[in-house]
Every structure is written in C-alpha cells, then in structure tokens.
C-alpha cells in the first residue's frame, strides 16, 4: 500500500516511515520542512535520506509542501495513488502554543481541513491522526483511559488545537460514512532508532525535556531548566508518560493494519503510551545513568500550560491491535544518547556551538 505521511521528515515522521519501509509498505512524504535539515541537492530531507539507508529501501515521493498550501497539496495527490494517510505534521510546543494560538490553530486545524478536503477529492478514505494526550486536560483520574473526558480543561491552545482537530474529524465521519479514522492519542515520544543514525533534533532551543537533557550532557546546553518543584507529586516535578519512537512507530505501522483491514471502523480513538509516570527528576537521573555524566539543572517557575501528572492506561492497544510498549526506560536514555553523542549538533553537521551562561 502507499501511504500519505504528513510530517514524515520530523522526529516521530522519520521513524514511522522507516516502519513503513520494513512492513513492505510505500511512503510518500509531505513536510514543509520547518524542523528538518536538507545537505544533499537531491533536495531530500537527511532523516528520509538516512531512512533510505537503514531499509535499503526508497521513498515513494517526498514532496516539501506546507499543508496550508491547498493548491499544492491537492498536486500531490494528483501524482501519487495514495491508499491511506497517516497525518503527523503539526506544530507541538505547549508553552509556545500559549504566546502564539493563532499561528497553532492555523496551522494545527485548518492545515488538518485542506489534508481532508484533498482525501475526499481523491477519494482516501483511511487516516490516522496523530493526536495527544493534552486533549484530556486536567486529569480527573489516573491513569487516563480512552473514556476520559476531552476538551474540559485543557490547559493550552496545543491541546485545543488537537481537541478541535477531534471533533472535525467526529464530525466527518458522520458525515461521511465512507471515512475510517484511528486517533492516536500520544503521551510523550522520546529516544532514538537503536543505530544512533536517525533521533530528535529540534531547531533552536527544544521545547521537550529529553532533547534538551541531551544537548545538556553533549555541551550544547549549560543547564536545564526544571520548571516548578512544587508539584503534586513524589518529589515536586511534573510527572509524565514517556514512550521510546520506535514503539510509537510499531503502533502506527499495526493501526494501519487495522485501518486498512476492517471496514467501516468509523472514529476510533486509541492511547499510545508506557502505562508509567516518571518524573522530571526521575528523568535527569535516568539520563545520567546512561550517558555516566551529571545533568546541571536549575529549578525556575512553573511554565504556563503544564499539569502535575498524566499518564496512559494502554489496555485498549493492547486489546485492539495486540500492541504494548516492549522498550522501557533505560532503553529509551540509552538510545538517545547513542544518537546525540554520535551527532552532537544533529543532521546538520555544524559544529557544537556550545552554550555559555
């Protein structure tokens, strides 16, 4: 089968086309290229074109194209027979998503209608969603399962923007009885594919915890900053559900099946995490273990948007596409630091430009 990948140049995109590529699936590749790096004249990202060299397989297409470009999205289907769509491509930083909503929900929601308004014209009708576990909000119970309320306090535009993204999609599927959609509802996506070869190489300073631990142990970074040790939780930091890539790409690759196999599956929405909270702390200390060097951090305020604790309870995975988390903790520090130790400035190649206080 071909599948449309949306983001498919990105950190989570590049690992679920590798997937892609070892099920015996196509993949086309949609990306704006906005945290992507591009070295060769081939104009091919270097995380596809690394991709290319783990599989020993070829993308079917890549084309660099901004979902909010109707026109040039709609040329992409024309050139391709495309038989599902997963839909990565989404701006995701939950304290930049609170200074700047509008360019979220722009990007986030109405990039999310022009990619639906192409499927119909082309007539797909098979899409995965990546979606997250910010539309539960506040946690009113843990761990958080499928039956959770969505959409009730919901701590930041990010996660509205995914909610509002929810709800279009519910309603295109009553709409549209031929629509089949899975949401994934992803918890927190970190380390790297085990070769080191392709990882998470944020532009600028990253926005997630694990990246920037890294660029700390590799001397890109002085310190990291802890934002709030007052928390409700065992030692005062946020407590969050962390799941190794390469899981996170087996869900995809195993929801596609599903997708593809059964008819009529209407709006189905699915947990992708570990089932485990750790926190803040837990996290530096794991990372130290694996790369064998103290972690400097700071502790500063509480960011806007970030809740004490959430993480998944996966049953329905398991349940429903016979898939759990096989790679636990250690595992996910120790294939990040093969990755950034390996790369210490990422896909780009530049030097460390290490940052001084």
Not at 72 to 92: D, G, P, S
Not at 94 to 108: A, T
Not at 220 to 229: D, E, K
Not at 290 to 310: H, L
């Amino acid at each position: 089968m071909t599948i449309l990948v949306t983001g498919g140049a990105g950190y989570i995109g590049s690992h679920v086309v590798l997937q892609l590529l070892k099920s015996g699936h196509s993949a086309v590749v949609v990306d704006d290229c906005s945290n992507a790096v591009i070295l060769d004249s081939d104009h091919l990202p270097e995380s596809l074109r690394r991709v290319q060299s783990l599989t020993g397989k070829k993308v079917g297409g890549f084309h660099q194209v901004d979902l909010k470009e109707y026109e040039q999205l709609r040329q992409v289907f024309a050139k391709h027979t495309i038989h599902a769509v997963i839909h990565l491509a989404a701006l995701k930083a939950v304290g930049e998503s609170c200074r700047l909503p509008l360019m979220y929900y722009e990007n986030n929601v109405m990039g999310t209608i022009n990619l639906l308004k192409c499927m119909q014209e082309a007539g797909v009708r098979k899409f995965i969603f990546s979606s997250s576990a910010t539309v539960y909000g506040v946690p009113q119970y843990l761990p958080i399962d499928e039956h959770h309320p969505t959409g009730q306090r919901i701590t930041n535009p990010y996660g509205r923007s995914k909610h509002f993204v929810e709800e279009i999609l519910k309603d295109e599927v009553t709409a549209s009885k031929d629509l089949s959609v899975i949401s994934l509802r992803y918890f927190n996506p970190v380390g790297a594919h085990e070769s080191g070869e392709i990882g998470e190489d944020p532009k600028g300073i990253p926005n997630n915890l694990v990246p920037f631990i890294a660029q700390v142990a590799v001397g890109r970074r002085p310190y990291l900053s802890v934002y709030g040790q007052d928390y409700d939780t065992p030692d005062g930091t946020g407590v969050r559900d962390y799941i190794h890539i390469m899981d996170l790409a087996v869900g995809h690759v195993v929801a596609l099946e599903r997708i593809l196999t059964q008819p009529d599956l209407g709006f189905e929405v699915i947990n992708l995490g570990s089932g485990s909270g750790y926190s803040v702390l837990q996290m530096i200390q794991a990372f130290e273990k694996a790369c064998g060097k103290k972690i400097a951090y700071k502790v500063v305020g509480r960011r806007e948007g970030d809740v004490d604790s959430i993480f998944a309870d996966c049953q329905k995975a398991s349940r429903i596409l016979g898939w759990t988390a096989q790679l636990d903790l250690d595992r996910m520090c120790a294939d990040t630091w093969r990755w950034q130790s390996k790369y210490p400035s990422g896909f780009s190649f530049e030097n460390n430009n290490v940052v001084k206080e």
